[in-house]
């Protein structure tokens, strides 16, 4: 091992409190093509038991060390360029381990527009300027300027500020004083006065920098750009003054020390408070944006886990008042069988002709739920679905359903794929019975940013939103698992080891060569080889009467040593799955191998009893008050049933069936101290609320939930 492959595992095992050899042995397993979903679940043994969470954590500081060598590498070639690199510069660079420290580091050899001192320099003035800060003359000020023009003074001073300005030391006790203690004040500007806009509670608005939260930083960010507010950090300038002063005048006697001063004030004033303020206003920005990300993957994961409604035949419904209601059937496999529109509604309300169409596509299919979107014309559909539910005593059960996303997935190249020979309106009828069906499977094929549950999303940075999201919906696939001969391709790209490529060839053999009897007919798909085979076969499901184990999430690797358990108590492999009883009689240290131990047995033990049992929880719905149409409608202190679309920092928004989403604010999603609504309620949840307040002309709607 390297000295500088040492120093890199230390760094990363120091950041993550993880313990250096796990780091070491996680790396090596990326580094041999290892996903880390694979890694989580079937390489327990060698990472020590790191959950996804901490795999994460150490693959991001790897990355981020890597990037910071790189640029540590760039720097010294700059730097050595300019024939100034000393044995203490390169030591000082090699020695960062923030990229910050290092720009500080870089920062006096930057080749950037003339400066003031730059000029000054030119013109002849860094020996006076080197006499101010060495401050060992003794002569008179006269005396000291009499070899040097008249405006000497002033450029020397200009030099001192900016030699001031680019010390790394300085920077960073200037940094960690406005980081601590400085204050973001904010204004409204000209443009925002005199009309309403949702940036009002920042006129005259101030707060504590390091207390300010996240989407409060993303607003300001937000309202600067639209030109709506203005900002500034504020600190006590006389504290950072004082600072640079002692730092900078060692004799008070010198007969320039006033001068030296003078240059101190000018260095904070011009140089490091207006760049500092931007840079730690910036960084401030960058962990609110960390924060956002981390709330939207919050809410993707919840959604994406929320509970399905399992193998049943749907009917899928998206509303319309003057084009009419789209209607699709899927069976239970979420095979699309039939589609139709009708007009239960004004203008055309052709009533008795919408109803006969739905009591005969729910008795020829058998229907069981009834998906109605919740976009336009939703409660007045609704409506309509339950008079022809109850007039004609049917069982089929009406859930109003999160549309938003399905008119994007419609139009979209996966939805051509899928339904080459349908309509926009009817693929997004399918894709709302799709999202009841199995909101998993549906949910991936649509781009994140367009399901609506983020917080300042389009504020952010892509690539790492992007990121960050790809990896939510990777851990709730591969935690899912998979069913081989129904998934779609877009289902399949998130399976650990696939991607998009393995994916549609998966898709394109199946179609060919019909269903996949077995794990192992995997390898007949192109390009798909034993690597990509290790990754995935665990996290995919094939129903299979040779090979019970292939519906379970035990990895093919382990099915030898499923087969000697079994053979131990004299039991076939099929009877043995799910019988406790047998399984609780073995003694597990027995089939211990050099590659599985102890914890990958218990997790087969845990699988043989329920195998590919579902994680995700029991399926619910809201039931949305039937007198309840419209936000006027509402009044203070009515009880009602919502759904939870959207968690955010500070609280939750609950559709409650008026086309506008209620805000409950932290302060009100519980009797106690909330610090992260997450804690008390997820995106898809049904809950009780009170309506706490109505301002039908903002269209904002105050919640409180019913404890």
């Known amino acids: 091992m390297t000295n500088t492959t040492n120093q890199l595992l230390t760094t990363i095992s120091s950041t993550s409190q993880i313990p250096k050899h796990q780091v070491q042995k996680t790396l090596s397993l990326f580094d041999e093509g290892a996903t880390l979903p694979f890694i989580a679940r079937y390489r327990k043994e060698i990472t020590g038991g790191l959950d996804e969470t901490q795999l994460r954590t150490i693959q991001t500081l790897y990355t981020y060390h890597q990037q910071l060598n790189a640029r540590k590498e760039t720097i010294l070639t700059a730097i050595a360029e300019q024939n100034k690199l000393t044995p203490a510069i390169e030591a000082s660079v090699q020695n960062c381990t923030d990229k910050q420290a290092l720009e500080d580091v870089y920062l006096p050899f930057k080749k950037s527009r003339k400066t003031k001192a730059d000029v000054a320099i030119a013109n002849g003035f860094l020996p006076l300027a080197n006499i101010m800060l060495i401050q060992q003359d003794t002569r008179s000020k006269a005396a000291i300027l009499s070899d040097f023009s008249e405006d000497a003074l002033e450029g020397a001073g200009h030099i001192i500020a900016q030699q001031l300005s680019d010390n790394a030391n300085h920077r960073q006790w200037l940094r960690q004083l406005i980081e601590g203690t400085g204050m973001l004040c904010t204004k409204l500007t000209t443009k925002a006065k005199g009309q309403q806009t949702k940036f009002d509670m920042y006129a005259d608005f101030s707060e504590r920098l390091s207390k300010a939260a996240s989407h409060r930083i993303l607003a300001v960010r937000r309202g600067a750009a639209e030109k709506l507010v203005s900002w500034k950090l504020t600190i006590e300038s006389e504290r950072a003054l004082t600072y640079l002063q002692n730092k900078t005048v060692r004799n008070t006697s010198f007969a320039l020390s006033s001068n030296v001063k003078e240059a101190c004030e000018d260095a904070f004033k011009r140089l490091l408070m207006p760049s500092l303020q931007t840079e730690c206003f910036n960084a401030k920005c960058d962990s609110a944006e960390t924060d956002s990300i981390d709330v939207f993957s919050k809410n993707l994961n919840n959604l994406l886990m929320s509970a399905p409604a399992g193998d049943t035949v749907i009917m899928g419904v998206d509303p319309g008042f003057r084009t009419g209601c789209k209607i699709a059937i899927v069976d239970h496999t979420g095979t699309y069988k039939q589609s139709a529109t009708i007009y239960p509604t004004m203008p055309q309300q052709k009533t008795a002709e ?171 798909v192109p390009k798909l080889g034993p690597k990509a085979y290790q990754q995935c076969a665990g996290f995919l499901r094939v129903k299979s009467d040779k090979q019970p184990l292939d519906n379970s999430a035990i990895h093919p690797e382990a099915y030898t040593v499923v087969t000697k358990m079994a053979s131990d108590l004299n039991s076939p492999l099929a009877q043995l799955i799910g019988n406790d009883e047998a399984i609780n009689k073995l003694n597990l240290p027995n089939y211990v191998t050099e590659s599985i131990g102890l914890p990958t047995l218990q997790d087969i033990v845990n699988e043989l009893k329920k195998p590919g049992i579902d994680p995700r929880s029991q399926f619910s719905y809201a039931c949305f008050d039937d007198d309840i149409d419209d936000i006027s409608d509402l009044s203070v202190g009515m009880s009602l049933e919502g759904c939870v679309t959207n968690v955010t920092n500070f609280g939750a928004f609950v559709d409650i069936g008026v086309h506008q989403d209620g805000l409950v604010h932290i302060s009100k999603l519980s009797n106690t101290f909330v610090k992260d609504p997450h804690d008390i309620v997820s995106v898809g949840d049904a809950i009780k609320v009170e309506v706490l307040e109505v301002d039908t002309a903002r269209k904002r709607i105050q919640l409180g939930c019913i404890l």
């Open 354 to 524: 919408a109803e006969k169409t739905v009591l005969n596509m729910i008795a020829k299919y058998g229907v069981s739920f009834i998906a109605i979107g919740n976009g336009t014309a939703s409660k007045e559909t609704m409506q309509f679905i339950k008079s022809v539910i109850k007039n004609n005593q049917l069982t089929a059960v009406p859930v109003i359903v999160n549309e938003s996303g399905a008119s994007v997935y419609s139009a979209s190249e996966v939805a051509v794929a899928e339904y080459p020979n349908l309509d926009v309106s009817i693929r997004g009828a399918i894709s709302i019975a799709h999202r009841l069906q199995d909101p998993l499977a549906e949910l991936v094929k649509i781009d994140p940013k367009s399901i609506g549950v983020g917080q300042y999303q389009h504020d952010v940075n892509q690539t790492h939103l992007k990121d960050a999201l790809t990896f939510t919906t990777e851990l709730a696939v591969n935690t899912v698992g998979v069913q081989l001969n129904t998934a779609s391709a877009a289902l399949l790209s998130y399976v650990a080891g696939i991607g998009p490529v393995l994916a549609n060839n998966i898709t394109q053999y199946r179609d060919k060569n019909g269903v996949f009897n077995n794990r192992k007919t995997l390898l007949k």
